[in-house]
């Protein structure tokens, strides 16, 4: 099976070296995790290098705070919200790629009202992200859509995968989404549409009630198939699909929809590489805070927020 070599999403970034590195617990580089020899196999450039050049001269880049507000809000379900605000030039251009993520607040609000929210689209200085409100930050979020929000980013693990997503070429590819994770779609969309892929997506409204970006792909020139239930429907048809040849697929929903297309894959007795949405919890996104910890099956336990993993070689419960 064709596994995705785990690395740190933010290294060699104007991110790296972090405050992980600073407190010996990097997840690239072994001498900052307190052994005595390199066992990293990393082919950037070097974390601990750049951390001695670094010395004490600076300290570790933090993300960009900026205060915003909404300048669109479009309802698209019972409880989900598409919705688009404002941020600088630079902040934009970091976010305008695959897997990116941000946290938001309401500025009155304390810091841990933050929740992280992916990034749907980048038009020049406006983003545009879906929230649905089931949590109480959300639902503080929407609470008040006059109100001003601070935004802090750019993150970038939203997507497990992603370095397959940038290099595929000219191939055949499957997206599934549903519900919720139809907004993360659409950036692994464009950069699919970028490398010339022949795609196929497979919407479901799930627990959001309405598919919201089946106009929206067809645009980019992708086959469309909504259903009404991705258990019911969508996997009958994505075995179908997989027996005329698929050779990458992307889920974009919950951790059961990737288990069950892995399910699909493993009772196939196929070995496809496949990218899927990050859904984590995560409170920092520096790896810090813990909630993001997770167990992989050879027992080691990595964070989320940071480290750029395979799914299917997480433990699942």
């Given amino acids: 099976m064709r596994i995705l070599k785990e690395h740190c999403i933010d290294v060699n970034s104007e991110y790296c070296p972090c405050i992980l590195a600073e407190m010996n617990h990097c997840m690239m580089c072994s001498q900052l995790q307190g052994k005595g020899s390199c066992t990293c196999e990393w082919n950037g450039t070097c974390v601990l290098y750049e951390k001695h050049w670094n010395g004490e001269r600076t300290r570790p880049q933090k993300r960009i705070e900026e205060v915003s507000s909404f300048s669109s809000v479009e309802t698209v379900g019972d409880k989900t919200v598409v919705i688009s605000f404002d941020v600088s030039e630079a ?80 191939e055949s590819v499957l997206l599934v989404a549903g519900g919720i994770g139809q907004a993360p779609l659409l950036p692994v969309a464009r950069e699919l549409v970028q490398g010339e892929n022949h795609i196929t997506a497979i919407l479901a409204g799930g627990k959001v009630g309405v598919i919201f970006v089946g106009e929206e792909l067809r645009k980019m020139g992708i086959d469309v198939i909504e259903v009404s239930s991705l258990r019911q429907e969508g996997m009958p048809l994505l075995r179908k699909k997989l027996k005329k040849g698929v050779d990458f697929i992307a889920s974009c929903g919950s951790d059961n929809q990737h288990c069950g297309i892995i399910s699909v894959l493993h009772e196939m007795k196929l070995d496809l590489p496949m990218a899927a949405t990050n859904n984590a919890v995560m409170c920092c996104g520096e790896g810090i805070c813990g909630s993001c910890h997770h167990k992989m099956k050879d027992g080691r336990v990595v964070k989320l927020c940071k480290v750029q993993a395979d799914f299917r070689e997480l433990e699942q419960d």
Avoid: C
């Fill in 91 to 170: 902040l934009a251009h970091m976010l305008n790629k695959v897997g990116s993520f941000v946290f938001l607040r309401r500025k009155d609000d304390d810091q841990f009202y933050h929740f992280p929210v992916g990034v749907m689209s980048v038009d020049h200085t406006s983003i545009t992200v879906a929230i649905e409100a089931v949590g109480t930050k959300s639902k503080r979020l929407l609470e008040d859509t006059s109100a001003e929000i601070i935004v802090r980013g750019p993150y970038y693990n939203g997507m497990f995968g992603q370095p397959w997503l940038t290099t595929i070429r000219g």
